[in-house]
């Protein structure tokens, strides 16, 4: 994803290790990013992810861009999928790093349905 970013005048780069637990999440939030579970993500990272459109399907989901400041805060998305015995819509939480996986492209294996 790929920007430094400042916090409490520190800069992070991405090719940097840093603990989580010593970054500052009120900071972090100012900043327009977040920890998701071992990974900052910021709000240009999530626009990335994008590729120049407004939103992306997920399932039977659009998120759009309009939906970052939510992400950022939530760390998760629903989305709603077909199940594949009786057609009907179900609903599948991702967050965390998951989330992150799967927007950079990554499968996202959805609960069986019943």
């Given at each position: ?81 077909e199940g594949l015995l009786d057609k009907h819509l179900l ?24």
């Amino acid at each position: 994803m790929g920007h430094c970013i400042k916090v409490d005048g520190q800069e992070y780069c991405p090719h940097e290790s840093i603990s989580v637990n010593d970054v500052d999440e009120e900071e972090l939030a100012h900043q327009r990013c977040s920890v998701f579970d071992d990974v900052i993500i910021c709000q240009h990272d999530l626009r990335a992810t994008f590729q120049g459109g407004q939103c992306l399907l997920a399932g039977q989901s659009y998120v759009c861009e309009d939906d970052i400041p939510r992400i950022l805060d939530e760390k998760c998305i629903e989305i709603n999928y077909e199940g594949l015995l009786d057609k009907h819509l179900l609903l599948a939480s991702i967050c965390g790093r998951e989330l992150i996986d799967f927007l950079n492209g990554e499968p996202f294996i959805v609960p069986a349905s019943e």
